[in-house]
């Protein structure tokens, strides 16, 4: 018999609480033994830091965020996430790549652009996408939610209902694209 | 309205408009490049001194000098505990934030920017770290060229010598994240090479200006002048355009 091989599972979505509700849950199904443990957004306090930042220092576009969420997961990646697939165990990784991507999509970056910056990011085994508004803003929710306390209604070039009824079209056709149910999104 | 459905076409349209109108001074970008050691710095400050006197409104921008991301930066750096990526990425992230919060702005108001190093230390320093050059470039999209850039080039052992003889390079200035070599000052004349080699080919696909940095202080000094009353005459580059209208939209088009 051979052992089955270390499995990244990606969680991607809007809201945060959610997220981490299907990360916990995608664990338990992971056998005791072969599990790791759940790679969080913020790690690194990258975005910790940049909620307690002075006033005056000017808010972050949504292009400027990326660049930290990008920096964050290469963290998690060196961290958390390669030391424990090498180990041979299991992890999940809440969120990865399509929650940011899906966020810059929503406030019209370049998909490109998007596509590029997280080439860095080896493609997840398995993908499970989570629905769930994102709340109106809040520095501990979630990635998404978190872009909202910090960027501008200007910034973000829309509305928030707008930026989430956007990001779950883009969800769901990314879902279509790898053949998840498009009901969980 | 969103940048999806916001007409970026006619933020850049506008964008063309105000920097090519022709009424007054239009905004300068110019870029301050070359190793560490290379007298960038002084001749970068002689400059401004020169511009102010001929009655240019100057603004500076440094490298990693964002209110916001440099303090970030700076934690990490101290604790070593930067990758070759997260390197990269922070310092993008700290450079967008800068054109959107002070170099645009600036270029905008018909001011004169002088950026003592610009994207291209990114470039040259990340891919001297083993990064590809078209994931680096990538990062800094959408890009904002400057109008001139002035390298400053010197030889490995020149930047060595300078730096030497005032300080022992730092971690990250002396590349001892990717060299493994546990004396800075070998470290630093192996990962400056490197350095060295990025910037060379980097001045010839961006058509550097090239100040000969191993020259009198004056004489590049004058070379300077000459080269910025010769460069008022070019062209705004279109391929600003992107980055002007994005940071319109951003701004609510700046009404």
Redo the contacts between chains.
Sequence with gaps: MTARKPELIAVDGIAGPAIVAAARAALTSIDRRRRSGISHWDA?G?FD??AV??G???Q?????LL??Y??DL??RL?WEIRPALAEGRSVVAAPYVDTAIAFGRA????GA?LT??F??APRPTLRRFVGGIAARAGRRGGFVEFGFAQVSS?????TRG?VVN?MTAHLRAAAKRYRIPADRV | MPPSIRPLSALRRRARQHFTNGSGRRGLLIAFEGPDGSGKTTQRKLFKTWLKAEGYDVVTTKWNSSDLIKPIIKSRKDVHALSPEEFSLLHGADFRHRVEQVILPALWAGKVVIADRFLFTGLARDVARGLDLDWVLKLYQPLLWPDLVFYFSVSPGTSGKRILATRTPRFYEAGQDITDVEDPVESYQRFITRVIREYESLALIFNFITVDAERSIGEQHQQIRALFREGLTRPWSDWNADAVAEWLAMSGARA
């Design positions: 690194s990258v830091e940049l930042a002075a005056d220092a000017g972050p576009s949504v292009r400027t660049l930290l990008a920096a290469a963290f060196r406030a019209g970056i370049d652009w590029s910056l080439l860095f200007d910034a973000l070039g829309a707008e956007r």
